[in-house]
């Protein structure tokens, strides 16, 4: 289980995935590897929360790093390297670098 | 605090907002805006989850509903639309309609 809220003092990282509707499932389960593979045992590495579209086109991490300097430091890093290749070949995709601004839940 | 959870039968909304930079704060405060005044009362309501991206030019809502119908509901009454047509005024989205394949935390 992950959590989102407010005045966390972490990285948000939130990569939509453009994928062929054929091509999802495989995606998502790439996506899954690299984590339990790599992305799990990297410094700052908080959680990878991988979704699939309903339509079948998108895919989407919404992952934690305690800092941009951990994600900094994962995207150099050469185990890193060939999960992040194996993507590119399947979908496109253009990660957005965020932070909470508010987390509301139903009262 | 919001939870990402595998196997929770629910409906994700991740939605990324493209905003002008001088409007972004204005944008994530129409979205909490909309989610304290209306959205937080509507059946099916779990969570809405305001980000701003740090180059200042996106948004993102990543919002749980408990089913598809709740959520059409939500986007059908009379008391939403004005939110929705004040951030389009302010910015093009594109909702991704999604489900969690997995959730998946540093140990």
Chains 1, 2 share one sequence.
Request: glycine share 2%; hydrophobic share 45%; net charge negative.
């Amino acid at each position: 289980m992950s959590t989102i809220e407010k005045d966390r003092n972490i990285l948000t990282l939130i990569n939509v995935f453009a994928v062929a509707p054929d091509k999802q499932q495989e995606l998502v389960a790439l996506l899954i590897d690299a984590t339990q593979q790599t992305m799990k045992r990297l410094p700052g590495f908080i959680s990878a929360n991988i979704h699939c579209s309903l339509d079948g086109k998108k895919a989407v991490n919404y992952a934690q790093w305690e800092s941009m300097a951990d994600f900094e430091a994962m995207r150099k890093n050469p185990e890193a390297r060939p999960h992040m290749q194996a993507a590119a070949a399947l979908a496109q995709f253009d990660p957005i670098l965020c932070e909470v601004s508010n987390a509301l839940s139903a009262e």
